[in-house]
């Protein structure tokens, strides 16, 4: 069914991203169930049945034959969707790394939790930050609007000659998955401008299989073959994807009125702050409020939000830093072992390595497994940082050089 | 009457009582009614019927609501059942200046032990929702009736908007819940 006008709906993180496959037009969608990420693909499902949505929707019987059955629906030119979180996204990861290795612009939602065990169901970004290295772009979105505008923003940019690769768009379950929020549904004629349906098969840029016309794809590549070479094109197109990140984020504001930042990140109050935070996810919105209510007791704080992981943005990461002294970078994602204990800092600290620039970074993990996360606790990890520049002292409670913020007692 | 630029409110019932759908309902009717912005936040973890339930609203006139938190110092609570009274963080909550919309049939004896301008409103929810034959399994819906009653109480929402809201939500048996809300609209009084 088409939609006229444009519409405001009172809406779930979860039923904006179902929303947003069927903007998108999305032709296939194959689906496994798992909290908190279940409703988007029921919600799927009462489009595909009212016949709302003409799209064929497989059921499998888990999340590995869901992109195994999304990689086949790709290659054959289709646009296709699913959505997943935590263990599912896990047990996906064979085919996760399939589907960029072979090249195809599946766009997927991650309604993160926390990996087991034990068991946890709520926000977490460590399921999608596992899957770091797979040639996913990876993109957070911080609130309901969003999840709706970055997966329509996806798809433009995975299909893009240039980049042919797949996304992911995470958000934190329950956080968003759950809480409602109103949220504007565009209209098809504008949906059209920005995002057409996909070309046939003169002209998909990519290999287009055909039961009439048999080919083989993926099969084995002798270390003297290319798979090195398609391994640095990997890499080469996930790097120049940051100005069709940009392209894209610009073309969306115009047809849209809504702005992401340069679509890499977004700054809030930075021009004439003196520290900054930098947070994934509706921790970036949330800390706005922080900043806000920080600057009418007169410090001059900024935000960041951080929309893309992967490609990672250096250049606007030393860019802030050129701006600020100090940096806080918030990882609600664990990454055992590394320099920091969090991805998003180690990443911010690789970034100013040989810059010359010497912002110190202060990195944070704060609300792994939905360990809530209040706006008063954000002003504190502000109020870090201000005595951080002022004094040069680190907070006193860091574990190997992190502040694990909002951390519980242990032994 | 209440000048705040974000207004809080908490919803405390029992798994099965719908006080998460009722948060949800709460924030679109606001929305829908005038107010800038709104959120429904559901604290979700094991439910299972019976088992404390707890749910959060923020209600905005003008500025954007960008806190996904719970709502720890609420301006209104709603109190599902009354033996959550009971539970010492539930009870908590109930702060200086709060006002409590409580399902019951009869006057609670708080002793002195409430906050200074505590205003505490009752309503026969329960009874509403079996009168009507509101009712999931023998369980009564209570979110409606509460509903109602928290038009008449906040002035935030007409019985026309939740109708109009309602209607959206539950097609068919909209009219068998608008007459719960009507009902619990002409029958919230105040507990004195």
Same mark, same amino acid.
């Given at each position: 069914m088409s939609q006229k006008e444009q519409e405001i709906k009172f809406i779930t993180g979860n039923v904006a991203a179902a929303y947003a496959a069927r903007s998108a037009k999305v032709q296939v969608i194959s689906a496994y169930p798992i909290t908190p990420q279940t409703t988007v693909v029921e919600k799927l499902s009462d489009f595909v049945d009212s016949g709302d949505m003409p799209a064929q929707y497989i059921k499998v019987e888990s999340e590995h034959s869901v992109m195994a059955a999304l990689v086949g629906a790709s290659i054959a030119g289709t646009r296709t969707f699913s959505a997943t979180a935590g263990q599912g996204l896990l047990y996906m990861s064979e085919m996760v790394h399939w589907a960029a290795g072979a090249r195809l612009p599946i766009v997927m939602t991650i309604a993160s939790r926390g990996i087991a065990p034990p068991w946890n169901i709520w926000a977490d970004f460590t399921d999608v930050i596992s899957q770091r290295d797979a040639g996913w772009l990876i993109s957070f979105a911080s609130s309901h609007q969003e999840i709706y505008d970055s997966v329509l923003?996806? %798809?433009?940019?995975?299909?893009?000659?240039?980049?042919?690769? +797949?996304?992911?768009?995470?958000?934190?379950?329950?956080?968003?998955?759950?809480?409602?929020? +109103?949220?504007?549904?565009?209209?098809?004629?504008?949906?059209?401008?920005?995002?057409? +349906?996909?070309?046939?098969?003169?002209?998909? +840029?990519?290999?287009?299989?055909?039961?009439?016309?048999?080919?083989?794809?993926?099969?084995?590549?002798?270390? *003297?073959?290319? %798979?090195?070479?398609?391994?640095?094109?990997?890499?080469?197109?996930?790097?120049? *994807?940051?100005?069709?990140?940009?392209?894209?984020?610009?073309?969306?504001?115009?047809?849209?009125?809504?702005? %992401?930042?340069?679509?890499?990140?977004q700054e809030y109050k930075m021009d004439d702050a003196e520290v900054a935070l930098i947070n994934i996810g509706g921790l970036a919105l949330q800390a706005e409020q922080a900043v806000d209510e920080l600057r009418q007791e007169g410090y001059k704080v900024g935000s960041v939000k951080l929309r893309h992981f992967r490609p990672f943005p250096t250049e606007e990461i030393i860019n802030i830093a050129k701006k600020v002294d100090v940096i806080g970078v918030v990882d609600r994602d664990t990454a055992f072992g590394s320099p920091t204990g969090g991805a998003v800092s180690s990443e911010c600290k690789s970034a100013l390595h040989g810059t010359g620039i010497d912002t110190t970074i202060l990195p944070i993990i704060t609300g792994i497994g939905g360990r809530e996360v209040s706006v008063e606790q954000q002003k504190e990890e502000f109020k870090k940082l201000i005595k951080l520049k002022e004094t040069g002292e680190f907070p006193q409670d860091m574990i190997h050089g992190t502040l694990w913020d909002g951390i519980l007692e242990v032994k | 009457m209440i000048e705040k630029k974000i207004i809080e409110i908490a919803f405390n019932g029992r798994g099965g009582q719908t006080a998460i759908t009722a948060s949800q309902l709460l924030s679109e009717m606001a929305y829908e009614s005038g107010f800038k912005d709104a959120i429904a936040i559901p604290i979700i973890g094991a439910e299972r019927r019976g088992a404390p339930i707890q749910a959060f609203s923020r209600i905005s006139r003008d500025a954007q609501i960008r806190s996904y938190s719970s709502v720890t110092d609420p301006d209104f609570i709603f109190i599902f059942d009354t033996t959550l009274l009971k539970i010492p963080r539930v009870f908590a909550t109930i702060k200086e200046g709060v006002i409590l919309i409580i399902n019951t049939d009869h006057k609670i004896e708080f002793n002195n032990n409430l906050p200074k301008n505590v205003k505490i409103y009752m309503v026969d929810a329960t009874g509403i929702s079996l009168k009507h034959e509101l009712a999931i399994e023998g369980f009564p819906i209570l979110n409606i009736p509460m509903l109602g009653a928290f038009a008449k109480v906040s002035g935030f929402y007409g019985l026309d908007i939740m109708e109009k809201v309602i209607k959206k939500k539950f097609g068919s048996r909209a009219e068998k819940n608008m007459k719960t809300a009507r009902d619990a609209f002409e029958m919230v009084k105040e507990m004195i």
């Amino acid at each position: 069914m088409s939609q006229k006008e444009q519409e405001i709906k009172f809406i779930t993180g979860n039923v904006a991203a179902a929303y947003a496959a069927r903007s998108a037009k999305v032709q296939v969608i194959s689906a496994y169930p798992i909290t908190p990420q279940t409703t988007v693909v029921e919600k799927l499902s009462d489009f595909v049945d009212s016949g709302d949505m003409p799209a064929q929707y497989i059921k499998v019987e888990s999340e590995h034959s869901v992109m195994a059955a999304l990689v086949g629906a790709s290659i054959a030119g289709t646009r296709t969707f699913s959505a997943t979180a935590g263990q599912g996204l896990l047990y996906m990861s064979e085919m996760v790394h399939w589907a960029a290795g072979a090249r195809l612009p599946i766009v997927m939602t991650i309604a993160s939790r926390g990996i087991a065990p034990p068991w946890n169901i709520w926000a977490d970004f460590t399921d999608v930050i596992s899957q770091r290295d797979a040639g996913w772009l990876i993109s957070f979105a911080s609130s309901h609007q969003e999840i709706y505008d970055s997966v329509l923003m996806a %798809y433009k940019i995975c299909e893009n000659e240039e980049v042919l690769l +797949p996304m992911f768009v995470a958000y934190g379950g329950f956080v968003l998955s759950h809480t409602s929020k +109103p949220v504007i549904i565009e209209p098809d004629d504008k949906l059209e401008k920005f995002l057409p +349906p996909l070309p046939d098969e003169k002209g998909w +840029p990519h290999i287009f299989i055909d039961p009439e016309r048999p080919m083989m794809h993926g099969n084995l590549i002798m270390p *003297s073959g290319f %798979y090195y070479e398609f391994r640095m094109k990997i890499h080469d197109e996930m790097i120049k *994807s940051r100005h069709i990140i940009k392209q894209t984020a610009l073309e969306f504001e115009k047809i849209f009125g809504r702005s %992401y930042g340069n679509g890499l990140i977004q700054e809030y109050k930075m021009d004439d702050a003196e520290v900054a935070l930098i947070n994934i996810g509706g921790l970036a919105l949330q800390a706005e409020q922080a900043v806000d209510e920080l600057r009418q007791e007169g410090y001059k704080v900024g935000s960041v939000k951080l929309r893309h992981f992967r490609p990672f943005p250096t250049e606007e990461i030393i860019n802030i830093a050129k701006k600020v002294d100090v940096i806080g970078v918030v990882d609600r994602d664990t990454a055992f072992g590394s320099p920091t204990g969090g991805a998003v800092s180690s990443e911010c600290k690789s970034a100013l390595h040989g810059t010359g620039i010497d912002t110190t970074i202060l990195p944070i993990i704060t609300g792994i497994g939905g360990r809530e996360v209040s706006v008063e606790q954000q002003k504190e990890e502000f109020k870090k940082l201000i005595k951080l520049k002022e004094t040069g002292e680190f907070p006193q409670d860091m574990i190997h050089g992190t502040l694990w913020d909002g951390i519980l007692e242990v032994k | 009457m209440i000048e705040k630029k974000i207004i809080e409110i908490a919803f405390n019932g029992r798994g099965g009582q719908t006080a998460i759908t009722a948060s949800q309902l709460l924030s679109e009717m606001a929305y829908e009614s005038g107010f800038k912005d709104a959120i429904a936040i559901p604290i979700i973890g094991a439910e299972r019927r019976g088992a404390p339930i707890q749910a959060f609203s923020r209600i905005s006139r003008d500025a954007q609501i960008r806190s996904y938190s719970s709502v720890t110092d609420p301006d209104f609570i709603f109190i599902f059942d009354t033996t959550l009274l009971k539970i010492p963080r539930v009870f908590a909550t109930i702060k200086e200046g709060v006002i409590l919309i409580i399902n019951t049939d009869h006057k609670i004896e708080f002793n002195n032990n409430l906050p200074k301008n505590v205003k505490i409103y009752m309503v026969d929810a329960t009874g509403i929702s079996l009168k009507h034959e509101l009712a999931i399994e023998g369980f009564p819906i209570l979110n409606i009736p509460m509903l109602g009653a928290f038009a008449k109480v906040s002035g935030f929402y007409g019985l026309d908007i939740m109708e109009k809201v309602i209607k959206k939500k539950f097609g068919s048996r909209a009219e068998k819940n608008m007459k719960t809300a009507r009902d619990a609209f002409e029958m919230v009084k105040e507990m004195i």
